[in-house]
Structures are given as structure tokens and as C-alpha cells.
């Protein structure tokens, strides 16, 4: 089964603009990750953030975890047609298990 | 490196018929762990080996699925028989010794079965 579940399914906009997608999930977690998938190719890692850690940022992405509400966000400032593509959270938590989530579809036009 | 390698990229089968997707880690990386994922469910974590010694396997459909790592190079996913519900992307991917460290994926296997 799934741990997480991002919010929005999908999310257009246009260059310029930020783009903020949201993750939660089910248990407690060591730590959670974001990735990228373009269409028909592998997932790309982008960030990792501790379960001790509140906010990251990486380049134009930040992300930010809660805790206490199991959640995450990402937000991609400044979007390019390039970032267009799909973002997915992942966890683990008691066992080695990486596991994804539903995913977000995000498309930027230029 | 060359990273995760998967083989084939692409696979048209007949139902019935025996399947079977390969995968190269990346050297030195103690995890290798098989994905499927379809529109209707997503990616879903199928096994997960370890130091070549499979720890979860609990993501396996079915019976039809069996998965084996002979050494720390190579590791195989076969489905038999075959049915078309088994039609998706599969993906490998490898991670260094410590759970929840960056996973690195293979390009994936289009799997179509007619």
C-alpha cells in the first residue's frame, strides 16, 4: 500500500510562477524524499529531509516537513518548462522499505 | 558508473508466456529494489533485497512473481505465467548501506502483455 498521498493530482502553470505540491502520509518516518519522474523515464532524487529537520532547500526547491501533521510540501520557485514532469514524495520509516506516493503531475508552459 | 541498467526497455509478450526482467545495481550499493507502476495504482514497492538476500517481499502480487539476486551485480524478476493485468513499467533501483538514502532507478521495462 501507498504511505503517502500528494495533493494537488495535477497542477499547470505558467513559467515565472511557483508551484507548491503537498505530501502527506500514514506513520512515523525517518525521513522523507522527493522525486522527479519524467515522462517515460526513471525517477531522478531531489531532496532528502530528516524527520529532525523542519525546511530544505536545494536550487529553486524548498521543502518543508511537519511532523505532527504528517506532511510535507515542495515548492519549485520560479518554474521553467523544463520542471515540467511528475513529483512524487517517499518514505520509510520502521524498515528499510522506500516507499512512494500517489504523485503530482506538473506542467509549466512556457 | 554507468548507473541502474535495465534490460529489456521494452517487452511485448503473449499471455501465458514466461517473462523475465533483468537489472544491474550500481556497484557498491547494498540495496536493490523492484517497482511497478501503472496508472491505476501508482508505484508500488514489489521486493527489496539487501546485501543480495531478499528482507520484504510482501509487495509481490502473486505467485506468478518470484524475484532472485544471485550476487551483488545482478538481480532478476520473472513472471509465469504471464497474463495481461501484468502490463505496466517496472523499475530496479539501488541504494547505498543505509535505509532511506537516496535511491537511484533504472530507466524501466515497458512490459506488455497481449
Known amino acids: 500500500s501507498q504511505q503517502g498521498e500528494e495533493d494537488p493530482q495535477a497542477l499547470s502553470i505558467q513559467e515565472g510562477e511557483n508551484a507548491t505540491m503537498n505530501c502527506s502520509y500514514k506513520t512515523s518516518i525517518n525521513n522523507l524524499q522527493w522525486y522527479r519522474q519524467n515522462s517515460g523515464r526513471g525517477l531522478v532524487h531531489l531532496i532528502l529531509?530528516?524527520?529532525?529537520?523542519r525546511e530544505k532547500h536545494s536550487g529553486r526547491l524548498r521543502v518543508t516537513l511537519d511532523t505532527s501533521k504528517k506532511s510535507s510540501s515542495l515548492l519549485i520557485t520560479a518554474s521553467r518548462a523544463a520542471d515540467t514532469a511528475s513529483y512524487f514524495c517517499?518514505?520509510?520509516?520502521?524498515?528499510?522499505?522506500?516507499?512512494f506516493g500517489t504523485g503530482t503531475r506538473l506542467q509549466v508552459f512556457p | 558508473d554507468a548507473g541502474v541498467i535495465q534490460s529489456p526497455r521494452h517487452e511485448v509478450t503473449e499471455m501465458g508466456q514466461e517473462v523475465t526482467l533483468r537489472c544491474k545495481p550500481i556497484?557498491?550499493?547494498?540495496?536493490l529494489f523492484w517497482y511497478r507502476q501503472t496508472m491505476m495504482r501508482g508505484l508500488e514497492l514489489l521486493i527489496y533485497?539487501?546485501?543480495?538476500?531478499?528482507?520484504?517481499d510482501s509487495g509481490m502480487p502473486e505467485d506468478r512473481f518470484s524475484a532472485k539476486m544471485p550476487n551483488a551485480s545482478f538481480s532478476t524478476l520473472k513472471i509465469q505465467p504471464s497474463e495481461p493485468r501484468d502490463s505496466a513499467v517496472y523499475f530496479c533501483?539501488?541504494?547505498?548501506?543505509?535505509?532511506?538514502?537516496?535511491?537511484?532507478f533504472g530507466q524501466g521495462t515497458r512490459l506488455t502483455v497481449v
Open positions: 533485497f539487501n546485501n543480495n538476500v531478499p528482507i520484504d
Open positions: 556497484s557498491g550499493h547494498d540495496y
Open positions: 529531509i530528516r524527520s529532525n529537520e
Open positions: 533501483a539501488s541504494s547505498l548501506n543505509r535505509v532511506g538514502t537516496e535511491a537511484f
Open positions: 517517499a518514505t520509510s520509516y520502521n524498515t528499510d522499505k522506500l516507499i
